[in-house]
Nanobody
């Protein structure tokens, strides 16, 4: 069973940057696609982006050009670099893993999740 632990959240002013990390335990990490999702209060969980096993990335339109996902399979870690943050990016951010080579924008297609980390962007 793979376990995920996110870190790096916090409070930042609009226009600032944060980098989230998601550390995975287990030897299957390198074979799995990983995704990032977020959930704001009162809203549904929203797709942010995904990275395939080989490093192919795909992003939601709302974050494209501002957010970058990367992975380091040697460290069993996936990252979410967030630049030019906006107040509407405020949410709990979750990383998730999928027993598949390729990611998905559907949160129902992920097999395991981290506990989430809060990101708050002030105006």
């Amino acid at each position: 069973q793979v376990q995920l632990v996110e870190s790096g959240g916090g409070l930042v002013q609009a226009g600032g940057s944060l980098r989230l990390s998601c550390a995975a335990s287990g030897r299957t990490f390198g074979n799995n696609a990983m995704g990032w999702f977020r959930q704001a209060p009162g809203k549904e969980r929203e797709f942010v982006g995904t990275v395939s096993r080989s490093g192919i990335t795909y992003y939601a339109e709302s974050v494209k050009g501002r957010f970058t996902i990367s992975r380091d399979n040697a460290k069993n870690t996936v990252y979410l670099q967030m630049n030019s943050l906006k107040p509407e990016d405020t949410a709990v951010y979750y990383c998730a893993g999928r027993h598949n080579l390729y990611g998905s924008s559907r949160y129902t297609e992920y097999d395991y999740w981290g506990q989430g980390t809060q990101v708050t962007v002030s105006s």
